[in-house]
């Protein structure tokens, strides 16, 4: 099949969802997936099936971006509850004023970019202490 060919094949797919039935989503989501789809409504799983089509047409996600999506996502959902991008925490250490800014890939202290708080306070005071500890983060 030529890239034409395959572009219209997608096109026709992906048109053909939106005409299908809850029962044809379903056995859909069977002969793609081989299992049962999950109970999230006909929206999410045109949506999933229209992202299927085209990854086992064009091809999927490079494992190296995957994995970096991946902990993306872990450090937001792990920074979401503590601070907003762009915010500011200060905490004085040994009388030394030290300032982080909460960043959406990361937590940047002195130009470099962290995973979390607890990276931060273990270069500030040269051991292992619990970030939200130090900086006085209350919750998640």
Partial sequence: MDKQNITE?????????EQMTPKELEEK??????SQPP??????MRKRLAYRIQELFYGGLSPELRTQMLAQKKLKKRNAGIMKPGNHLVREWH?????????SNG?????NIF???TAVAKVITGVHWNGKSFFGVKGD
Avoid: M, N, P, T
């Fill in 39 to 44: 109970a999230y409504g006909r929206v999410f």
């Fill in 107 to 111: 937590i940047e202290y002195r130009g």
């Fill in 9 to 17: 094949s997608v096109r026709r797919q992906l048109l053909a969802l």
């Fill in 115 to 117: 995973r979390s708080l």
């Fill in 95 to 103: 009388g030394e004023k030290h300032e982080v800014v909460i960043r």
């Fill in 29 to 34: 989501w069977k002969d793609l997936f081989g």
